[in-house]
């Protein structure tokens, strides 16, 4: 066995921070993503980082005859499969979108892997999966519904591996379930960059802390949690990447498939990371309160057992790692920008 690995999506905020672990863990690997969530000069930034060109193909999950001349033309044993649609609200107003990008893709993608006779795959899945759960912490047996196209996709796919697994027990599979990504590489080179104003809480934030925005705007004071804002288990973009070289490691060295939580197993409000984030970039950033979004719960929370049990997981970064090395990012992103003319 060699250690040449698809990273699919790699061009993208997670994906690029997964490309950066495997390099430091020995792994060969290409990047096949069509770019349109993440930005042309990652690369080049990837090379800064590793001290290496990226292997990059620019093609999208959907084009056959890319993926296939792909798999011809590299020896692949793996492939960890990121590259899909991620927005929780935009799959609400483009639910087709959605369910063509993330269903048909892996769908085409294990098509394409069964021809090439490759077995081990690493899906990119979502907390999004435990829909509305009660519980304050999740393990990986709790209940699961979808509340929304995206969460829909996530566990269809999840669902179309099994079933693909049914059919060839040589199949082997990590399911990786991520609670809430936050946080940059300690370079500042990569990061969260979305292309508009960002729904999610800490791009938000960051938005607010470079002035781009005038306050962050608290959805919801009424929840059942001890200051009234939404818990939610935010894990740190580096831990998260690791814990996709452990899993591509389980699957190389004990062909051991697995479906685990990936999270600290510790919740964190709102108001608390307004405040992190606060003495992130030295001031005080101010805040709304409005009314609650639609849609969201009280607590997204992992109980990060099992990952631990069978990957040998665990976090290392705490919430002002977050925040402080998502401020590093965005500051630097911003002066490259600028010095760019964007
Ligand atoms: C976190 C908390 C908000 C923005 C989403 C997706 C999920 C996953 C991660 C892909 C909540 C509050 C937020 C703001 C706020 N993505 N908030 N003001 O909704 O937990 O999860 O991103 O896999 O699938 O659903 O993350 O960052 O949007 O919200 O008060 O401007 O911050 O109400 O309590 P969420 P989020």
Same mark, same amino acid.
Not at 86 to 101: H, I
Not at 154 to 172: C, M, P, V, W, Y
Not at 187 to 195: M, Q
Not at 279 to 301: E, F, M, S, W
């Given at each position: 066995?060699?250690? +040449?690995?698809?990273? &699919? ?18 792994? !060969?690997?290409?990047?096949? !993503? ?30 056959? #005859? ?20 991620? /927005? =929780? ?45 009660? +519980? ?8 699961? /519904? ?6 829909? #996709?996530?566990? &269809?796919?999840? +669902?179309? *591996? ?62 059942? #949690?001890?200051?009234? #804002? ?16 452990? $899993? ?11 479906? =685990? ?7 964190? /409000? ?14 005080? *950033? ?9 849609? !969201? ?7 990060? /057992? ?8 665990? &976090? &290392?970064?705490? =919430? ?14 911003? $002066? ?7």
């Amino acid at each position: 066995m060699t250690k +040449q690995v698809l990273l &699919t999506g790699g061009a993208g905020y997670i994906g690029s921070h997964i490309y950066v672990a495997l390099i430091a863990a020995g792994y !060969d690997v290409t990047i096949y !993503d069509n770019f349109d969530n993440a930005s042309k000069d990652v690369p080049d930034r990837l090379e800064q980082i590793t001290g290496q060109k990226p292997d990059v193909i620019e093609a999208d999950i959907l084009d056959r #005859t890319s993926l296939r001349a792909c798999f011809s033309s590299r020896k692949f044993d793996a492939v960890i499969h990121l590259a899909a649609r991620k /927005s =929780v609200a935009e799959s609400v107003a483009r639910p087709l979108d959605y369910f063509e990008t993330n269903i048909a893709g892996i769908i085409i993608l294990l098509q394409e892997m069964e021809r090439a006779g490759l077995k081990d795959i690493v899906f990119s899945s979502s907390a999004t999966v435990y829909g509305h759960p009660e +519980q304050k912490s999740l393990p990986e047996t709790a209940e699961v /519904s979808h509340t929304n196209p995206y969460g829909f #996709t996530k566990l &269809t796919s999840e +669902q179309i *591996l099994s079933q693909a697994q049914a059919a060839d027990a040589g199949l082997n599979v990590g399911i990786l379930r991520y609670f809430n990504p936050a946080g940059a590489h300690p370079s500042g080179l990569i990061g969260d960059d979305p292309n508009s104003l960002p729904n999610n809480l800490l791009p938000y934030l960051a938005e607010v802390a470079l002035g781009n925005a005038p306050h962050l705007n608290v959805f919801g004071t009424d929840y059942d #949690t001890p200051d009234g #804002t939404g818990l939610r288990d935010y894990i740190h973009v580096d831990d998260l990447a690791r814990g996709h070289v452990l $899993s591509r490691a389980t699957l190389l060295d004990k062909q051991c498939s697995h479906l =685990v939580n990936l999270g600290t197993g510790r919740a964190v /409000s709102v108001m608390e990371m307004l405040k992190a984030y606060s003495a992130a970039c030295g001031r005080n *950033l101010r805040h709304k309160n409005q009314p609650r979004r639609a849609g !969201d719960v009280t607590i997204y929370c992992a109980d990060p /057992s099992l990952a631990k049990r069978i990957l040998g997981f665990e &976090t &290392t970064k705490d =919430v002002m790692d977050m925040c402080n090395s998502s401020w590093n990012w965005v500051q630097k992103n911003k $002066s490259r920008n600028e010095m760019k003319g964007d």
